[in-house]
């Protein structure tokens, strides 16, 4: 894996904590349905997307744990392969990477 291959990684992963945390949250105190502001995983180091989806939908995309949430057309690292095209949003397997 290239250097800036590592360094996109390891944005995916802050993303991904982050977003555990808030699932963690709201998954105790929203009710069923209600959209949820994630952050998006995708590669870019200074990325301020927002996937709005349910708890529900962010749970069931992360049923793998290779597979991230991006909004469409966000960098990706080389291999990745988009496996889910939802419209707002796009689940992307990093296990290829
Ligand atoms: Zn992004």
């Known amino acids: 894996m290239a250097a800036h291959d590592a360094k996109r990684a390891e944005n995916q992963h802050i993303a991904r904590s982050a977003n555990r945390r808030l699932q963690d949250v709201a998954g105790r ?14 590669a870019g180091g200074a990325c301020m997307g927002r996937i709005e989806i349910t708890i529900d939908d962010y749970f069931v995309a992360h049923l793998d ?8 057309g966000h960098p990706r690292i080389d291999g990745e392969v988009l496996v889910g095209d939802h419209g707002h949003y796009e689940v992307v397997n990093k296990a290829a990477a």
Do not use: M, N, Q, S
């Open 29 to 42: 105190t929203a009710e069923d349905g209600i959209v949820i502001p994630f952050l998006c995983e995708c």
């Open 65 to 72: 744990p290779d597979y991230y949430v991006i909004v469409p």
